[in-house]
């Protein structure tokens, strides 16, 4: 695959095309045991697409699509949990390791304008804090829930984008 420095990430609205893709991507083990707060049973279709109908419904949360020279890759969202506005993002694990998730997450951040945003990710899920990290998020707080994916609780880290 090209270097990301040759292809360019782009960011576009959500079309019905893309959901298949995501669930797709997120079939995956071990993107589901870094991710560590998925879905109950990931390989449910009908809940996954019956989940994502919801989210594309819901005005109050951004989504976009991160593609990678013209490919789907993963999606970017804002939405709010525990009454903050918190950021996420997903990337297919075939394309991990190429700065697409610093690249997208810096777009999608254009977008969104409010501060303080706020991120979590698993305390072991080091190249996703070190994304956060990158685009301006600090450490600021723990927490701790349980994790469907490993089937135990798992300590999470909180970080913050100030204004």
């Not at 594309?56 to 699509?65: G, R």
Request: with cysteine; charged share 30%.
């Amino acid at each position: 695959m090209e270097s990301i420095n040759k292809c360019e990430v782009k960011l576009r609205d959500i079309i019905e095309e893309d959901i298949p893709i995501f669930f797709e991507q997120q079939l995956d083990s071990t993107a589901n045991y870094m991710a560590a707060f998925t879905a109950k049973d990931p390989t449910d279709k009908d809940a996954f697409f019956d989940h994502w109908k919801k989210i594309i419904a819901d005005e109050t949360i951004t989504i976009k699509t991160i593609l990678f020279n013209g490919i789907v890759t993963g999606h970017v969202s804002n939405f709010e949990q525990f009454g903050e506005p918190e950021v996420s993002y997903w990337i297919g694990k075939e394309y991990w390791g190429q700065g697409i998730a610093t690249k997208a997450l810096s777009k999608f951040l254009e977008y969104i304008m409010v501060r303080p945003l706020y991120a979590r990710a698993a305390k072991d899920n080091l190249a996703s804090i070190r994304v956060l990290e990158k685009c301006g998020f600090k450490i600021i707080s723990e927490d701790k829930g349980f994790s469907n994916a490993r089937g135990k609780d798992v300590e999470e880290f909180i970080l913050k984008l100030e204004p």
